[in-house]
């Protein structure tokens, strides 16, 4: 009976210390950066365990920021790759510690995890071949129109549908780049994602020239780094970070590094400049989920 | 971590919870959108094991037959089939086939998975139908001939009733693998099961439930198929014979 009480006893403090980012940081010095593999410019790989992108750089800035804040001489940041199914149940659980990939600040979400001060607005467009004559989503009606499964993008297009009573056939990529071939080898007419991502797959197309991002925006999601939720004091530190950032101008010149400059492994530039959205939330930082900016 | 069932019972586009859990008017909820899967699935998975039993049976026995040509065509047949994975086969299928033979890409993308799959697995059932041909003693054949029946009156009448009765069990496990199979349909578009859970996890933020029921929906179809086999085992027994009672 005493025996079981100790070991409950040894398992609340393991669960209590756990919620406690900042103590953790300070007791292991070193700390899990959740990254993905392949999303546009935010968050990709090199190859050979080098993680690089926008939110990337951002987490790495604001974590030696944290490093200096509790004077610690060295702190490890394990880079752990993680996919749209399983960043929340690896941020709930403890496995990830901050997620800096591109995740869609929303209301759903916040119940789970969450999210840092937004650092990135995006906006949904349509991509499709510059000689196709598609210019705007009324005239996918009876068309072929790409997207990719585990998407957020998948809901839009059906709401769309719906509200819209366009009817196009939906044809499901099972990653970003296979979307991309569907659309490039005529299977799909279009390809609807997040403008980055459609923007950085035209930069490595073989004929960039040959596609267009075109079309009304469709939606606005806020992209923000994620956190564990109930942790208010590791929120605060990493916001007090990311807000200074954004005061001293060094997030514009982060962003211009990643998506107006040519990136590697192949040196092509993204091209696409820091729409109004995403600008307003570098001057007003907040962290509100994207059904706020819907009723905007 | 609390369960959300009631998450079925959500519209898709809205999220509002509809009371029947059943979509009216044009609307779906993730209820409804389950069940559509589950029936791409089946028909997946039933018309590639159709096509997989019939293909594959054919190339079983023209493994056997006497003709030096016809057993080449069925041992290429199958090991060509054979040492490809899955889910390389349904991308060949899908974008190389289609680039090769450009009267490929008007077919749609139902009818290549059901091919990629039903062929892949037909390799596997004619080295099952082989292997049960050849698992009978060889004077059955010799006998068939020498009583005047033609080779493929002894397969027919002979041969081929009790290689089938002898191979039910490993034909129901190929039968059962291929409902498993279909999850790699996903990758070329197909809305079944495996995208459902994807999907709509992403979409609710609720993955176990969602992976639970589509689990649960697996196993229902799988098991289905192994007491169906077990029905037309029982069925077609004979007394006395190997396999029988």
Redesign the interface.
């Known amino acids: 009976m005493k025996k079981s009480l100790l070991v409950a006893a040894a398992l609340v403090a393991a669960g209590a210390a756990q919620a406690d980012t900042l103590s953790k940081m300070k007791e292991t010095a070193a700390v899990s950066m959740g990254v993905r593999e392949s999303s546009g410019a935010l968050s990709y790989t090199l190859g050979d365990g080098k993680y690089v992108g926008f939110h990337t750089e951002v987490c790495q800035r604001v974590l030696g920021d944290i490093q200096k804040k509790l004077g610690l001489a060295k702190l490890e940041i394990k880079y752990q790759p993680v996919t ?2 399983n960043r ?2 690896l941020v709930q659980n403890g496995t990830v510690d901050i997620e800096c990939g591109s995740t869609t600040n929303n209301a ?2 916040q ?2 995890v969450s999210f840092a001060v937004t650092t990135y607005v995006e906006e949904v467009r349509i991509a499709v071949k510059a000689n196709s004559g598609i210019t705007s989503i009324a005239q996918l009606n009876g068309k072929n129109v790409a997207t990719t ?4 993008s ?2 839009l297009l ?2 769309h549908e ?1 509200a819209a009573s366009v009817d196009f056939k939906e ?4 990653d970003h780049a ?1 979307s991309f ?2 659309m490039e ?3 799909a007419d279009a390809f609807v994602m997040d403008g980055q991502i459609l923007a950085g797959n035209i930069a490595k197309a073989k004929n960039p020239a040959d596609f267009k991002i075109v079309g009304e925006v469709l939606s606005v999601e806020p992209i923000a780094i994620m956190l564990r939720k109930d942790d208010p004091a590791f929120k605060k530190a990493v916001d007090d970070s990311i807000i200074a950032m954004m005061k001293s101008g060094e997030i514009a010149k982060l962003y211009d590094k990643w998506f107006m400059q040519p990136i590697p492994p192949s040196n092509t530039k993204v091209g696409l400049p820091a729409s109004e959205a995403t600008k307003f939330a570098w001057a007003n930082p907040n962290d509100k989920p994207v059904e706020e900016y819907v009723k905007k | 971590m609390a369960w959300d069932w009631q998450v079925f019972c959500k519209e ?3 999220s509002d919870v509809v009371p029947s859990c059943f979509g009216t008017g ?1 609307d779906t909820t993730y209820l409804n959108w389950i069940l559509s899967a589950w029936g791409w699935t089946l028909s997946v998975a039933v018309l590639a094991l159709i096509v997989a039993l019939l293909v594959g049976s054919l190339m079983g026995i023209l493994r056997t037959v006497p003709d030096r040509r016809l057993v080449l065509l069925g041992n290429a047949w199958t090991e060509v089939f054979r040492n490809i994975p899955l889910l390389v086969q349904i991308f060949l299928w899908y ?1 190389v086939l ?2 090769l033979f450009t009267s490929l ?1 008007a077919v749609p ?1 139902f009818v290549l998975v059901v091919f990629a799959l039903g062929f892949f697995t037909s390799a596997r059932i004619s080295e099952q139908v082989k292997a049960g041909i050849q698992s009978l003693p060889r004077g059955q054949r010799y006998a068939g001939l020498a009583v005047g029946l033609t080779l493929s009156q002894t397969y027919r009448y002979v041969l081929l009733p009790m290689a089938f009765r002898i191979v039910i069990p490993p034909l129901t496990s190929e039968s059962m693998n291929i409902i498993k199979n279909s999850s790699v349909a ?2 070329v ?1 197909i ?1 079944e099961l495996t ?1 459902f859970a ?2 709509a ?5 609720r ?1 176990v439930e969602m992976y639970l029921a589509v689990t649960l929906l697996y196993f229902v179809s799988a098991f289905t198929i192994n007491r169906v086999a077990l029905v037309i085992e029982n069925r077609v027994r004979v007394p006395g014979m190997i396999g029988g009672k």
């Open positions: 749209s199914q929340i149940p759903t979400r119940k789970d499964t585990g998407t957020t998948v809901q059906r709401k719906r044809v499901f990529g099972k296979d071939l569907l080898s005529g299977r | 898709t586009t809205s044009g974008h289609p680039s890409r993308s996903f990758a578009s809305a995208m994807m999907q996890g992403e979409e609710t933020s993955n």
